[in-house]
């Protein structure tokens, strides 16, 4: 208990630190490389054949975890490190063609590459933290002027915009589209903001989008080319890669092999070893906690945490007693998570091909109570954390969050008065039409929404071409003159990033 209470004294200290006390919340890309093909029925087979990186004991306490992990949850390929006291103690792979040099999506995990690099130009004078937005992009608008005329660099990274969670991400998922980071600054003024700005914490992707922009002007080069100058280059992370011409970059469009993640956690653990980088002040920036968050109950059973906040690009929380610093990142078919202990220069990260949230939730939770637990002689196991998972997700169940059964559709007659061209003010022109003897929907700049209009009793849905049926929406006709559209999610669990409730369709001609 006296040890408990003086990590708690040593969270509250960072706590108060860090500025709590100055309080005033993913789609489709190139695959990584390589990713394995995995074949139906070989899934269990390459996780017996898997092999762990040659230069790492098999004797460590983390390799029963994974093997445990990905013997529960099958997925096509994972990496993994840990870093201790600073140093590489642990790094494994499995999967067919996966070694410590495959380059993964990392997805969100970007966010905290994006927020450096704004910290590189504040740091050498090229912009500020309070900067307003609109003196690097005069092009910049919210939908309320006031918050145009307010919003500062800062507010970008810490999800506080008032619009809602995922607001606008259909303009960057699913990919590829047609959309560009213009669209997406032009966008910003359509999306109505569900909250006041600066008063809650919600998700987003897109204020990420425009922090790349304005690193990009502050900075005099596109955002692909900084981040490899202020980030990769530096700190020897020369396996990552980033794809200029993809408009989410700033947002999720890294990706970076096991070894170039775990160079970046021993960096950000230890200034020592890149001295000259990024200073004391800009790295407290960082990992202050500038925006509260909820407080999950699964985070309070877990890690008896007690505040969540987020930081530039960071998710701040306390474990046990001690500070912790972590994001995950999802980006269609890929997952990543890394989780750091500042204050015992400790961390892990898991890169994951495959379908890998439940992984990455199991495993990094073990990982990290492992590095809690190894003096006390405890066994590694993934099993606690398993079976409450499993619990939750099945009282969600219970409580009604399934997708509700649609399986009596058919195909929508073509002759109905509704069909037309309608137009979004974000999203763009969209198409209800005829087609080979079907009523189809289309978005023209995103080529994987078109699909199928079917017909549920009196209710419409949309049965996207190659999309699974979990981000399917229901369609919504107002007549009138003229007729509105409206999507809504029928899995109740969908994706954030499926915003359908930010879309409003008015039609504007008929069909040609």
Same mark, same amino acid.
């Given at each position: 208990?006296?040890?408990?209470?003086?990590?708690?004294?040593?969270?509250?200290?960072?706590?108060?630190?860090?500025?709590?006390?100055?309080?005033?919340?993913?789609?489709?890309?190139?695959?990584?490389?390589?990713?394995?093909?995995?074949?139906?029925?070989?899934?269990?087979?390459?996780?017996?054949?898997?092999?762990?990186?040659?230069?790492?004991?098999?004797?460590?306490?983390?390799?029963?975890?994974?093997?445990?992990?990905?013997?529960?949850?099958?997925?096509?390929?994972?990496?993994?490190?840990?870093?201790?006291?600073?140093?590489?103690?642990?790094?494994?792979?499995?999967?067919?063609?996966?070694?410590?040099?495959?380059?993964?999506?990392?997805?969100?995990?970007?966010?905290?590459?994006?927020?450096?690099?704004?910290?590189?130009?504040?740091?050498?004078?090229?912009?500020?933290?309070?900067?307003?937005?609109?003196?690097?992009?005069?092009?910049?608008?919210? %939908?309320? #002027?006031?918050?145009?005329?307010?919003? *500062?660099? $800062?507010?970008?990274?810490? !999800?506080? +915009?008032?619009? =809602?969670? &995922?607001?606008?991400?259909?303009?960057?998922?699913?990919?590829?589209?047609?959309?560009?980071?213009?669209?997406?600054?032009?966008?910003?003024?359509?999306?109505?903001?569900?909250?006041?700005?600066?008063?809650?914490?919600?998700?987003?992707?897109?204020?990420?989008?425009?922090?790349?922009?304005?690193?990009?002007?502050?900075?005099?080069?596109?955002?692909?080319?900084?981040?490899?100058?202020?980030?990769?280059?530096?700190?020897?992370?020369?396996?990552?890669?980033?794809?200029?011409?993809?408009?989410?970059?700033?947002?999720?469009?890294?990706?970076?092999?096991?070894?170039?993640?775990?160079?970046?956690?021993?960096?950000?653990?230890?200034?020592?070893?890149?001295?000259?980088?990024?200073?004391?002040?800009?790295?407290?920036?960082?990992?202050?906690? %500038?925006? #509260?968050?909820?407080?999950?109950?699964? *985070?309070? $059973?877990?890690?008896?945490? !007690?505040? +969540?906040?987020? =930081?530039? &690009?960071?998710?701040?929380?306390?474990?046990?007693?001690?500070?912790?610093?972590?994001?995950?990142?999802?980006?269609?078919?890929?997952?990543?998570?890394?989780?750091?202990?500042?204050?015992?220069?400790?961390?892990?990260?898991?890169?994951?091909?495959?379908?890998?949230?439940?992984?990455?939730?199991?495993?990094?939770?073990?990982?990290?109570?492992?590095?809690?637990?190894?003096?006390?002689?405890?066994?590694?196991?993934?099993?606690?954390?398993?079976?409450?998972?499993?619990?939750?997700?099945?009282?969600?169940?219970?409580?009604?969050?399934?997708?509700?059964?649609?399986?009596?559709?058919?195909?929508?007659?073509?002759?109905?008065?509704?069909?037309?061209?309608?137009?979004?003010?974000?999203?763009?022109?969209?198409?209800?039409?005829?087609?080979?003897?079907?009523?189809?929907?289309?978005?023209?700049?995103?080529? $994987?929404?078109?699909?199928?209009?079917?017909?549920?009793?009196?209710?419409?849905?949309?049965?996207?071409?190659?999309?699974?049926?979990?981000?399917?929406?229901?369609?919504?006709?107002?007549?009138?003159?003229?007729?509105?559209?409206?999507?809504?999610?029928?899995?109740?669990?969908?994706?954030?990033?499926?915003?359908?409730?930010?879309?409003?369709?008015?039609?504007?001609?008929?069909?040609?």
């Amino acid at each position: 208990m006296e040890f408990l209470m003086k990590g708690r004294e040593r969270v509250m200290a960072r706590f108060l630190q860090t500025g709590m006390g100055r309080f005033c919340r993913a789609g489709s890309c190139p695959a990584a490389s390589p990713r394995p093909t995995v074949q139906p029925g070989k899934a269990r087979l390459y996780i017996a054949l898997a092999f762990l990186t040659p230069t790492i004991a098999s004797a460590s306490p983390y390799t029963p975890l994974l093997d445990q992990t990905v013997h529960h949850y099958p997925v096509e390929g994972i990496a993994m490190a840990v870093v201790e006291s600073g140093q590489t103690t642990f790094t494994a792979t499995r999967g067919e063609g996966i070694t410590d040099q495959t380059r993964f999506k990392i997805a969100s995990n970007t966010k905290a590459m994006t927020a450096a690099v704004l910290a590189r130009l504040v740091q050498r004078g090229a912009l500020h933290w309070n900067d307003p937005v609109i003196k690097h992009l005069p092009q910049f608008r919210m %939908h309320d #002027p006031w918050v145009t005329e307010h919003m *500062q660099v $800062r507010d970008l990274l810490i !999800h506080n +915009s008032g619009l =809602g969670l &995922g607001a606008g991400d259909l303009m960057l998922w699913p990919e590829p589209n047609a959309y560009t980071r213009a669209d997406i600054i032009a966008g910003l003024a359509y999306l109505k903001p569900v909250t006041s700005f600066r008063s809650g914490y919600a998700y987003d992707n897109l204020m990420y989008v425009v922090a790349g922009e304005v690193a990009a002007a502050a900075g005099g080069k596109p955002i692909d080319v900084l981040l490899q100058e202020e980030l990769f280059t530096p700190l020897g992370m020369s396996g990552c890669q980033t794809d200029p011409s993809q408009t989410s970059l700033a947002a999720g469009g890294v990706r970076c092999s096991l070894r170039d993640m775990t160079r970046w956690m021993q960096v950000l653990l230890d200034p020592t070893l890149v001295p000259d980088w990024l200073n004391a002040e800009q790295r407290r920036l960082l990992w202050t906690a %500038h925006m #509260p968050m909820p407080l999950g109950e699964r *985070q309070r $059973r877990w890690d008896n945490a !007690h505040f +969540s906040a987020y =930081g530039y &690009g960071w998710r701040l929380s306390d474990m046990d007693g001690q500070f912790k610093v972590a994001h995950t990142g999802t980006l269609s078919g890929a997952y990543s998570s890394l989780a750091l202990l500042p204050d015992r220069k400790t961390g892990a990260v898991i890169l994951i091909n495959g379908e890998g949230e439940n992984v990455r939730t199991v495993l990094m939770q073990a990982t990290l109570k492992t590095l809690k637990t190894l003096t006390t002689g405890q066994s590694a196991t993934i099993a606690p954390y398993v079976t409450d998972l499993a619990t939750e997700q099945s009282a969600r169940r219970t409580a009604g969050h399934t997708r509700p059964d649609t399986s009596a559709r058919s195909p929508a007659p073509t002759t109905v008065p509704w069909q037309g061209i309608y137009h979004d003010p974000w999203l763009g022109t969209a198409r209800v039409c005829p087609e080979n003897g079907k009523l189809r929907f289309s978005v023209e700049k995103s080529p $994987r929404l078109r699909g199928t209009v079917m017909q549920l009793d009196s209710r419409w849905l949309v049965q996207w071409d190659t999309l699974g049926a979990d981000a399917e929406p229901w369609l919504q006709v107002s007549p009138g003159t003229p007729h509105t559209l409206n999507l809504r999610a029928i899995d109740p669990d969908i994706d954030f990033s499926y915003d359908y409730q930010d879309l409003h369709f008015t039609r504007t001609g008929p069909c040609s």
